[in-house]
């Protein structure tokens, strides 16, 4: 069973900064695009940024400028820095990630994360 647990998010003031971090486990046999969307209350939920299996990212303009989207295949391990950030990037973060397992390939979504930032 893949999971894929995410950290790193809480109550930050506006102007700061914060460090998302989501491991995937369970019987990965490889792991290609990986990424980091969000959901604001009453919204939908929004890319904000992904990286594909050769280190190839993509930002929301929202995002660019000020967030950084990286990854570390030797933990199964995708991050997010968030700098400078603002009243409007509140949050739920939720990160995807597209896993090859038993021969399957299929998206799988971690639980979420609360980023909260304070004006």
């Known amino acids: 069973q893949v999971q894929l647990v995410e950290s790193g998010g809480g109550l930050v003031q506006a102007g700061g900064s914060l460090r998302l971090s989501c491991a995937a486990s369970?019987?990965?046999?490889?792991?290609?695009?990986m990424a980091w969307y969000r959901q604001a209350p009453g919204k939908q939920r929004e890319l904000v940024a992904l990286i594909t299996s050769g280190d190839s990212t993509n930002y929301a303009d929202s995002a660019k400028g000020r967030f950084t989207i990286s990854r570390d295949n030797a933990k199964n391990t995708v991050y997010l820095q968030m700098n400078s950030l603002k009243p409007e990037d509140t949050a739920v973060y939720y990160c995807?990630?597209?896993?090859?397992?038993?021969?399957?390939?299929?998206?799988?979504w971690g639980q979420g994360t609360q980023v909260t930032v304070s004006s």
């Open positions: 995807l990630a597209t896993i090859t397992r038993a021969l399957m390939t299929r998206n799988y």
């Open positions: 369970g019987g990965i046999f490889s792991i290609n695009a």
